[in-house]
């Protein structure tokens, strides 16, 4: 199967230009890490996730207000929180963020996500969360390492095939640590994604920029 990633759209919808271009037949779906606001509402995030035309399996972001998991199961599938497939591919997904200093909305407390995720990560193939690991693709322009130790955890203790991230804007990356593969598309709101593909045990993923599709 052929995911489209996006995260961190923050209600950039000039950005629906290049991302129709990958929304292409033989993408099965798009993968949206969280964001689709800037602080807004979820009517805003409403509106911008009905422009997809692909199925969006989407989770919140911390700008992304509380009540968006909920308002947007009525456009979309909304999985914060949730287990799910894809054919016979097997996902957990976990929006909202570790605690950062800027109290956004969509916060989430480190022992409240490791027990989330604790619930719903048995046997998984792809972990979706909107905050990166601890130490991994989450490094801020100060050199501070801001993910989560949660989440963290939670890849070691059940050994995913793929994590993918989002939040921190600039630690875009493909990295590949033991057995798992760790994906942060980048911000699309400044014109990044990714493509992953997963046949039998074969996994691809590549980094995309607008500036390749325009």
Not at 104 to 120: G, V
Not at 123 to 143: F, K
Request: proline share 5%; with cysteine.
């Amino acid at each position: 199967m052929k995911f489209l990633v996006l995260t961190d759209l923050h209600n950039q919808c000039s950005a629906f230009e290049w991302i129709e271009r990958l929304e292409t037949d033989d993408i099965d779906a798009i993968l949206f890490l969280g964001d689709v606001t800037d602080l807004g509402t979820s009517e805003e995030g409403v509106n911008t996730l009905k422009r997809f035309k692909k199925d969006v399996y989407f989770i919140p972001g911390n700008c992304d207000p509380l009540d968006m998991p909920t308002k947007a199961e009525n456009v979309c599938h909304s999985v914060h929180g949730k287990a799910f497939s894809i054919g016979d591919i097997k996902f957990a997904a976990y929006g909202g963020s570790n605690p950062t200093i800027f109290h956004t909305p969509f916060e989430i407390e480190e022992d409240i996500i490791e027990s989330d995720l604790d619930k719903i990560c048995e046997g998984i193939d792809i972990l979706m969360t909107h905050a990166p690991s601890n130490g991994i693709l989450d490094e801020i322009p100060s050199g501070l390492h801001v993910g989560s130790t949660a989440i963290k955890k939670i890849v070691e203790r059940y050994k995913p095939k793929v994590a993918l991230s989002g939040h921190i804007h600039e630690a875009i990356g493909i990295l590949k640590i033991n057995d798992t593969l760790f994906i942060n598309p980048g911000p699309a709101k400044e014109g990044h994604a990714a493509i992953l593909e997963l046949n039998d045990d074969a996994i691809n993923a590549r980094l995309v920029e607008s500036s390749d599709l325009l």
